[in-house]
């Protein structure tokens, strides 16, 4: 994927986490509550021991909505550490937004951790989607300049690792050079 196509896709997730936290009404400041937005979402979030799929690819995480059930659930992988499963569950809640909330049918979405570091354009749209939400643009900003750029404190407060804050940081310095 170009460089040109990545700040155009991480432009239009900040819109679209924008539009997110109007139509869900979830709070978007501080540590992310993403069991809060689950359920607003009406999805459980379940912690899961996944056997190996095909390939003895690693399952990071999944969605399935049962209507004939009325269940919601996301899963996230049990063995994998605290900031990845809360990023995968932000993950899975943008495939959710962006690809099937408008839908009535049943779905099964399931990420093996090796697709979703992919060039699929639509695991970029979710891994962009989910840092949006993770680390919202002003509430990140304040922290850095707050903290004086200190960014295990800032990885302590969001609960987010230090490696997706500092990517995080690069593509907000990108998308403010592209906008002037
Ligand atoms: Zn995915």
């Known amino acids: 994927m170009s460089a040109e196509k990545t700040k155009k896709i991480v432009s239009e997730m ?5 539009a997110f936290k109007v139509h ?3 709070n978007l400041e501080g ?3 993403l069991n809060e937005i689950a359920k607003k979402l009406g999805f459980t979030i379940k912690e899961a021991k996944f056997k190996k799929g095909a390939n003895h ?8 909505v049962n209507n004939q059930e009325n269940e919601k659930l996301i899963y996230v992988n049990a063995d994998e550490p605290y900031y990845r499963k ?3 569950i932000a993950h899975e809640i943008a495939h959710y937004y962006l690809e099937y909330k408008d839908t009535e049918k049943d ?3 399931i990420d093996f951790r090796s697709n979703m570091n992919s060039n699929k354009e639509s695991e970029l749209r979710a891994n ?3 840092a949006a939400l993770l680390m919202p643009k002003a509430t990140i900003l304040a922290l850095k300049k707050d903290l004086n750029n200190n960014l295990n404190l800032i990885s302590s407060i969001m609960q987010v690792s230090t490696k997706s804050i500092k990517k995080r940081f690069e593509e907000l310095s990108c998308l403010e050079t592209s906008s002037k």
């Open 128 to 130: 962009k989607f989910a």
């Open 107 to 109: 779905i099964e979405n």
């Open 57 to 64: 690819k690693i399952i990071s995480g999944a969605i399935s």
């Open 86 to 88: 809360r990023f995968t």
């Open 31 to 33: 540590t992310i509550n």
């Open 14 to 18: 900040e819109k679209k986490v924008k």
């Open 24 to 26: 869900y009404d979830v």
